[in-house]
């Protein structure tokens, strides 16, 4: 399973996940859990970006590693 981390750049977005709508734009993040189905649209005309990262805990990486420790850190950045 993947997390994806979205990053708008440009521009304002509309994203929908799991039947929840936001708006997100520059300097927002947005950390969806694995399995979390989304849909993203621009949310008014012009120029729009975003970046979309997709990261994957692995098999190598034991509890408590590098990873598990990354993504504790980018949790409580996001949430608290």
Known sequence: PFYTVL???KGYWRLNHN???SHIGPGDTVFLQPNTGYDVTPAMSGEAAFT???IQMTLLDPPGGKGAKLMARIQ???FG
């Open 7 to 9: 990053i708008p750049v």
């Open 19 to 21: 039947e929840h709508y």
């Open 52 to 54: 979309e990262y997709k």
């Open 76 to 78: 409580t950045t996001l």
